[in-house]
């Protein structure tokens, strides 16, 4: 069964670190690029940060540039997301989604890339509160 | 930044009813859209890629439709099942974005 789990969230005070880790299973982790995307109590989703399969290619929200990092090993079917200086709006629930990718062939020339978050984990839950 | 516009922000229906719900981009996307449906205290589950490819799994009520800046998520026949958030996200251009949501109610 195709699976990510996510641990390490927490109550963790304004200006404090956490480390958030996903476990992947049920399919070739080291194929995927990754996500993190997270959801405000009561509010919508935001995409946090995404990673490609080798890690030569990481982006960030504006939101959390500089203060988050997102990592992963392969020979642990791992993705990772270091949070630093934590803010209260970092409150959240957080989770890490498999970006699924299909290949169209273009009219023309070429191909079209879609790409799209098919398999997400249930979520771990951020506070951040004094 | 792509910035994505759902309406309505909320909607009720009631069982066997069509819905349809519209996702309006900032700028032209092509068919990078995909829909997703999300449940309370659930994760997101993908329905719709590409605009109008029906995922995996996904009963065949839900169709997506549109190109360029407007689509279209639309339930044939309302099952109870149904009743959830759904949300529009491009996948154009970095960063992914979503719309704020469509909650559908059951009236």
């Known amino acids: 069964e195709v699976q990510l789990v996510e641990s390490g969230g927490g109550l963790v005070k304004p200006g404090g670190s956490l480390r958030l880790s996903c476990a992947a299973s049920g399919f070739t982790f080291s194929s995927y690029s990754m996500n993190w995307v997270r959801q405000a109590p009561g509010k919508g989703l935001e995409w946090v940060s995404s990673?490609?399969?080798?890690?030569?290619?990481?982006y960030y929200a504006d939101s959390v540039k500089g203060r988050f990092t997102i990592s992963r090993d392969n020979a642990k079917n791992s993705l990772y997301l270091q949070m630093n200086s934590l803010r209260a709006e970092d409150t959240a629930v957080y989770y890490c989604?498999?970006?699924?990718?299909?290949?169209?062939?273009?009219?023309?020339?070429?191909?079209?890339?879609?790409?799209?978050?098919?398999?997400w984990g249930k979520g771990t839950t951020v506070t951040v509160s004094s | 930044d792509i910035q994505m516009t759902q309406s309505p922000s909320s909607l009720s229906a009631s069982v066997g009813d069509r819905v349809t719900i519209t996702c309006r981009a900032s700028q032209s996307i092509s068919s990078y859209l995909n829909w997703y449906q999300q449940k309370p205290g659930k994760a997101p589950k993908l329905l719709i890629y590409?605009?109008?490819s029906l995922q995996s799994g996904v009963p065949s009520r839900f169709s997506g439709s549109g190109s360029g800046t407007d689509f279209t998520l639309t339930i044939s026949s309302l099952q109870p099942e149904d009743f959830a958030t759904y949300y529009c996200q491009q996948s154009y251009s970095t960063p992914p974005s979503f719309g704020q949501g469509t909650r559908l109610e059951i009236k």
């Open positions: 989604a498999r970006e699924g990718i299909v290949v169209v062939p273009a009219a023309m020339d070429g191909y079209y890339y879609y790409y799209y978050m098919d398999v």
């Open positions: 590409a605009a109008s």
């Open positions: 990673i490609s399969s080798s890690s030569s290619y990481i």
